[in-house]
């Protein structure tokens, strides 16, 4: 086909009604203009500065050793330095390396990443849970919440102010959420919706099973574990004054794993029973940023930040003791998942920009793919926008 | 001649801007870099005129992109506004040294195909009832020229190359960059693309 008779007749072709949505859109955009906060000078250009800082303090290090801990400083403070990742790290997330779909969130939405490495964006969602089996995603956005399909096909949706941290139950038929300070539970057909009762900021966790029972943070301070059906508290978890800041249940069901954040940049990990008595608790250094039990057994897999570096740990639930530092690098890790067969473990690396699918029975092998920021941000800028990862679920 | 955002009253399309068929290459991009640059930091520094003019300058192209990838107008308008919207909100941290069409089109264009995948996964569920309410609304003729039907053929992936090529004049290479895609793919999906859209359009003639 000759390409200039096409271009002339694609210049030819008229949207419908063009200057009225010209004019629609202009009000729309300057309304949006006049109503947008200015970041203030500083932050605008924090790039600047941030280069200049880093410029002064390495002149300073090259001149005297005290000068190096200026650049360290400096470095701390900015955090979102680019670091090198894995070298030789895939340039696109051509495949997963284990069954199963990997469910992201990012600016730009949610998304289902299947295991031949296809991307498809389920919709406007800032955070997201896989159903059991994978059939639907509950996916929330700030006042909604909404269960679809892995296509984004929305079955049904539900409005209640500031909706986060919703989590499928184990049985399929159970949603438990956070709408503002209040904990919420709803049918997985989006029915029955009623309030629990206050909670703090830390998404809930199901325990493993058919019968609905439900660990969170109650806001007057214990964990609380709760039959929600009955809305029986089954027994409490006291925690002295620190905060969870995350629960999750190992898959048999027989461990419950709080972690709290300590003051001086430390954290703890405990270990509660099934009927609620506390089986280990350790003091960690650093600050956590994430845990997740594997698919069978006690073991945790635990991001901390500690200095300027990010680790992953693998920890034995059953005495918190016995520790393997699986990966170790510069900057931020963002958060981790197993695969669905336990063999994986899916770290996201923000700093690098990279995430790291690591063997976890054999941690000599990493596959890498960088570039994630990009590719779920199709047309963002490429900055403080690294995908979170939500869950890696069934095979589809 | 450009057309008045402020009233409603006059002009036809094809005015203006709307008219005007400037490319996006970087070739073309030479002569309004000067323009745009001083747009960019006056829109950054709070100044609605200098938002207005990369309005004017940049909307019309956007919104027929965005037709010519979805085949459908009230979404074109929805998804060139929301970009235009994404783009503001981010326009404090627009770096000056890229120019903004590209940035731009790079929103437009995948939200376009998105919403075209979005649309065609609905349809497979079945909205038959919804397709004989859309059958009624469809864009009458005069907009609806033989290219845009056999446009409307080829899949989102295939529509939005060949806009991007041949409306927005982008190079292979700057399609790549645009979609996230290899240089390989673009190609064969150029190639592809223009055999399909002459096929149909010969067809037409017949």
Known sequence: MNERRLRRMLLATAPPDEIGAQRRAWRVVRTAFGEREPTPWPIRHRRPIAAAAIGVAALAAALSPPGRAVIDEVRDVVGTEKVVGVPQARPALFSLPAPGRVLVTAPSGAWVVSANGSRRRLGDYAQATWSPRGLFVGASKRHQLAALTPKGEVRWSLARPRVHAGRWSPSGFRIAYLSGSNLRVVAGDGTGDRRIGPAQNVAPAWRPGAEHVLAYANRSGPVTVLATDENRTLWTAAGGAAEPVQLEWSADANRLLVARRLPGGQFALEVVGADGRRLQSLVFPGRFVDAAFAPAGHRVAVVRRVGLFSELLVVAADTLRRQQVVFRGRGRFSDVAWSPNGRWLLLGWESADQWLFIRSTDVSKIEAVEGLAPQFNPGGTGTGEFPRIEGWCCPG | ?206
């Open chain 2, 1 to 206: 001649m450009v057309p008045d955002l402020s009233d409603d009253t006059g002009r036809t399309p094809g005015d203006g801007p709307l008219g005007r068929s400037r490319a996006y290459s970087k070739r073309a991009m030479a002569g309004l870099r000067g323009d745009e640059l001083a747009w960019i930091r006056g829109a950054q520094a709070g100044s609605l005129s200098d938002l207005e003019a990369l309005f004017r300058e940049h909307w019309p192209r956007a919104y027929r992109a965005a037709y010519l990838v979805v085949h459908d107008g009230p979404a074109a308008e929805d998804i060139a506004q929301e970009s235009f919207l994404a783009a503001i909100r981010a326009l404090d941290r627009f770096d000056r040294r890229r120019p903004f069409g590209p940035w731009l089109h790079r929103i437009v264009v995948n939200r376009a195909i998105d919403w075209a995948r979005a649309r065609a996964l609905r349809a497979e569920v079945g909205d038959a009832p919804l397709a004989a309410v859309a059958e009624d609304d469809r864009p009458s003729d005069s907009f609806s020229p033989p290219v845009v039907a056999a446009l409307s053929e080829l899949s989102p992936e295939h529509r939005a190359v060949i806009v991007l090529r041949h409306l927005l004049e982008y190079t292979p290479g700057e399609i790549a960059t645009l979609l996230d895609l290899p240089r390989g793919t673009v190609n064969s999906r150029l190639r592809r693309g223009l055999d399909e859209l002459a096929d149909r359009l010969e067809g037409e003639g017949r």
